[in-house]
């Protein structure tokens, strides 16, 4: 059998882990197994015991029957050496993708099974930090105004932001916006972008958007921790959640970046550009895999540089 131009080599279940001598044995470089979500740290295990092996992880569906879908992981069997961690997180961080962009990726949430805890643990945080430290911190007493400047900016993930539009609906002055926001920064609870811009004069590059730093907290925010299917925010979540990942690998392979949005006035965008040592990459980021064709203008006017799609079938490698 083959998947993705490989010979693979089935070991769905329990059943099959029995006989996996005789499967393994016959593993070569660049083969793979397809494994049940189920048992794929089991499989995982025995791969890397007795082969030695390391293998590079590509998470997929299989059809089984009408109307019934078996998650499975391929795992490719790529050179002699063992990453075993690296691959067992990747998994990993692919099966928790739904609580992750619901209860965000604070330690105490992630190492919880328990829905409730996870939701207590999330309402602390914004009551203690948000409320108290934060506010404590800086002398503000008006702790009304910066929980719904933060509700507000829930809503707008993804869109510019006029600090003197957000002091309008706050009834406050736009300094005093402006130093919220400064607050909340350097905080970490939000962070933002600016719009990229070469002076073209179509490029809108004024208002900042803003990200949180955690999905959960967004969440927490506006007391929604409603599944996927039951919400009319996940592209909000998913860009979100993509953008402050790659932010955190930027940190922790310490790749020198600057990092944009890209939109004009006619609303042709790109949602996360990013400029590193002399390259400049566009990515969109889409929850639904339906193909996207990039904008003429950056195709034009950036003519060196690359653009890519972000969904759910490649946006591990993006992050990890």
């Known amino acids: 059998m083959t998947f993705a131009g490989k010979n693979v080599i089935l ?12 499967r393994l044995s016959l593993l070569r470089r660049n083969d793979a197994v397809l494994v049940s979500l189920k048992y794929r740290h089991r499989v ?11 293998i590079s992880v590509a998470i997929g569906r299989f059809r089984q029957r009408p109307n019934h879908r ?27 993708l739904e609580e992750r962009l619901i209860y965000g990726s604070y330690p105490e949430v992630v190492t919880t099974n328990d829905r409730e805890q996870k939701i207590l643990y999330l309402k ?37 932001i006029s600090h003197t539009e957000l002091g309008r609906q706050l009834s406050m002055s736009k300094n ?44 927490a925010l506006i007391n929604n921790f409603n599944l996927l299917s039951m919400r009319d925010d996940i592209g909000m979540l998913w ?7 790659r932010l955190k690998k930027q940190e922790y392979q310490k790749i020198p ?21 002399g390259k400049l990459c566009g990515y969109e980021i889409k929850w639904s895999d339906k193909r996207h064709k990039p ?23 993006f992050i990890q």
């Open 70 to 96: 078996i998650e499975i992981a391929c795992l490719e069997l790529v050179r002699v050496g063992c990453q075993c961690k690296e691959i067992s997180d990747a998994i990993e961080t692919d099966a928790r």
């Open 239 to 245: 860009e979100n959640y993509i953008i402050v990942e």
């Open 257 to 277: 970046a600057n990092n944009y949005f890209w939109r004009t006035y006619d609303r042709k965008e790109i949602d996360f550009v990013e400029e590193s040592e």
């Open 124 to 160: 602390e945080i914004v009551n203690s930090y948000l409320y108290k430290d934060i506010l404590e911190l800086d002398g503000i007493r008006n702790s009304d105004k910066i929980v719904k400047l933060l509700q507000l900016l829930v809503f707008q993930i993804g869109k510019e």
């Open 11 to 22: 070991m769905w279940g329990p059943r099959a882990l029995e006989c996996r001598n005789d």
């Open 176 to 219: 005093t916006v402006d130093r919220y926001l400064d607050l909340l920064e350097k905080s970490f609870v939000v962070f933002k972008l600016r719009g990229f811009s070469r002076n073209l004069r179509k490029e809108i590059s004024k208002n900042p958007r803003y990200y949180f730093y955690d999905t959960g907290i967004r969440n």
């Open 295 to 317: 904008p003429r203008q950056w195709l034009e006017t950036y003519k060196d540089s690359e653009y890519h799609v972000i969904t759910k079938a490649n946006y591990l490698e």
């Open 44 to 54: 995982l295990d025995l791969i890397c015991t007795e082969q030695r092996r390391s």
